[in-house]
């Protein structure tokens, strides 16, 4: 009796797995926040670097958490926490 359960419960654990697996890599890395925050009235963007731009001091286009993210010389760059490079987690505001 009890090796007929456990040879159903096997396969059905790895069916499990799988559609698990699928279901959370379809996610996106991460959530982009497009509600102005209560504070300043500006949108907020939490995710992680996928596009930096090779110019000096970043400005240009990035793309952060799938969302591009125009930089300009006047963009102030807080680099306390971490450096800039793609992969990094970095909240956008503005």
């Not at 040879?7 to 699928?22: D, N």
């Not at 995710?47 to 400005?59: C, D, K, V, Y």
């Amino acid at each position: 009796m009890k090796d007929s359960i456990t040879r159903w419960l096997r396969p059905s654990f790895a069916a499990a797995l799988v559609i698990a697996a699928l279901i959370f890599g379809l996610m996106p890395t991460s959530w982009a926040d497009t509600q102005p925050n209560t504070q300043d009235d500006k949108a907020v963007i939490v995710g992680t670097i996928a596009m930096l731009p090779t110019t000096q001091g970043w400005i240009g286009e990035w793309v952060v958490a799938r969302t591009k993210v125009k930089v300009t010389d006047a963009t102030k760059i807080d680099q306390t926490r971490a450096k800039v490079a793609v992969g990094a987690l970095v909240e956008v505001k503005g």
